[in-house]
Structures are given as C-alpha cells and as structure tokens.
C-alpha cells in the first residue's frame, strides 16, 4: 500500500513561520493531486492548498498570499511553508495524495496522512 508521513508541525508565536513536509511511499506508481488540509477542534476539515502533478496550485481564500505549496516529484514529496501564522491557523494538518499504485492501474485512490499538529500562540 501507501504511506504518507508529515513532519514539521509545531508550536510558534503569530506572524511566525513553518514548513510542513509530507512523504509518500510504498507501491506508487504515479501520484496526481497532492494537498494539505486541516482540522481545527470542534470544526470541519477543510481544504487549506493543492498541487497538481504539473504544479498547478489553489488555496483556500484563507491562507492566500501567506502559504505556499511546492512539491518534489521525484522524491514523492510535498510541502507547505506557512508565513505570517495567525492563531485561527491553529490546527491539524493532513496531507493526501491521489495516487495509482502498482497493483491496481487505471483506478486513483486517495491517501492520507496521520496529520501533525500547528499551534500558533497569540
């Protein structure tokens, strides 16, 4: 199957940065669409950004001009740098990836990963 790890989560005051990581691994043989979304207590997960296979983005009207998402095809793995943190940014992180895998062709299926923590102090 398919794994994906996140990593880089955090604490950090407001306006401060971070970067999120998410590797995918295992029987990939091709991943389209990558993103990130998040959940914060007591709210609906949402879509923060994603990434086509060719690097078309879209993010949500929330984090627009302080996040960008970038990915590394050949090491499966995508990213988040987030600047200028608010505390409303405080969630968990999740990233996903739609990926064909070796043993089923032709059929995308999503994956997603165990999520890390963002805490953005006032």
């Known amino acids: 199957q398919v794994q994906l790890v996140e990593s880089g989560g955090g604490l950090v005051q407001a306006g401060g940065s971070l970067r999120l990581s998410c590797a995918a691994s295992?029987?990939?043989?091709?991943?389209?669409?990558m993103g990130w979304y998040r959940q914060a207590p007591g709210k609906q997960r949402e879509l923060v950004a994603v990434?086509?296979?060719?690097?078309?983005?879209n993010y949500a009207d929330s984090v627009k001009g302080r996040f960008t998402i970038s990915r590394d095809n050949a090491k499966n793995t995508v990213y988040l740098q987030m600047n200028s943190l608010k505390p409303e940014d405080t969630a968990v992180y999740y990233c996903?990836?739609?990926?064909?895998?070796?043993?089923?062709?032709?059929?995308?299926?999503?994956?997603w990963g165990q999520g890390t923590q963002v805490t953005v102090s006032s």
């Open positions: 996903n990836a739609d990926v064909t895998t070796t043993q089923t062709k032709g059929i995308i299926q999503r994956f």
């Open positions: 295992g029987s990939i043989f091709s991943i389209n669409a």
């Open positions: 990434i086509t296979s060719g690097g078309s983005t």
